[in-house]
């Protein structure tokens, strides 16, 4: 089955500074990456995914990329701010029926004022 | 309903009770998921429903734990005689029947086995 590994577990930044999140998985397969972030006491919620027909994707201030060669996806978080804060998880699935998702360990961002 | 509902939100058990936990999917979503989330850690796959497939119970840590899914909709989540190290979060998810579509979670179960 696949194995998603994610770093750092932890990671804290100034505000205004940068965050990158790195995934590697290992199911060549796999062509749906999605990011989810969940915020203390709360669920997890999506907050961008890419899938495997594109290389880069941007929402506002953050951003994914794929490498589908090496296998690993990263999340940016630029310009962060204190409402940042919480623990990010990255996925991955091979997209197609009857496919579950395999999730990261998970990376507990803190951005400090 | 607007979302996944989870009931109920919080369980205190006393250790060797059966408790059951019970999730209520997005309508006409037909895959399920049921994590385990223990404090501070990652989301720990249980089992996965998919439409009318046998379900993927691969991520039950032990046969104290089962889960049924009834009519392709509501799902429960069995645990039987607790013990201590059940004591965690249990999230529910459900998605449309493709993998690569969003998987939106209930605001989970927290179980306490005292």
């Known amino acids: 089955g696949e194995n998603v590994e994610q770093h750092p577990s932890t990671l804290s930044v100034q505000e205004g500074d940068s965050a990158v999140i790195k995934c590697t998985y290992s199911?060549?397969?796999?062509?749906?990456f999605p990011w989810y972030k969940q915020e203390l006491g709360k669920r997890p919620q999506l907050i961008i995914d890419?899938?495997?027909?594109?290389g880069e994707k941007k929402d506002q201030r953050i951003a994914v990329t794929l490498n589908k060669t090496a296998k690993h996806f990263s999340l940016h978080i630029t310009e962060t701010q204190p409402e940042d804060s919480a623990v990010y998880f990255c996925?991955?699935?091979?997209?197609?029926?009857?496919?579950?998702?395999?999730f990261g360990s998970g990376t507990k961002l803190n951005v400090k004022p | 309903g607007a979302g996944v509902s989870q009931s109920p939100s919080n369980k205190v058990t006393e250790k060797g009770k059966d408790v059951e936990l019970r999730c209520d999917p997005i309508?006409?979503?037909?895959?399920l998921y049921w994590y385990r989330q223990s404090l501070g850690q990652g989301l720990e796959f249980l089992i996965y429903?998919?439409?009318?497939?046998?379900?993927?119970k691969s991520g039950l840590p032990s046969d104290r734990f089962s889960a049924e899914r009834t009519g392709g909709s509501v799902s429960t989540l069995t645990i039987q005689r607790t013990q201590q190290e059940d004591s965690a979060v249990y999230l529910c998810?459900?998605?449309?029947?493709?993998?690569?579509?969003?998987?939106?979670f209930g605001q989970g179960t927290r179980l306490t086995v005292v």
């Open positions: 890419i899938r495997s027909n594109v």
């Open positions: 309508s006409g979503h037909t895959a």
């Open positions: 429903f998919q439409g009318n497939s046998a379900p993927d």
């Open positions: 998810a459900s998605s449309f029947d493709r993998g690569d579509t969003e998987a939106f």
């Open positions: 199911d060549s397969a796999s062509n749906y």
């Open positions: 996925a991955a699935s091979r997209g197609d029926n009857f496919n579950k998702f395999y």
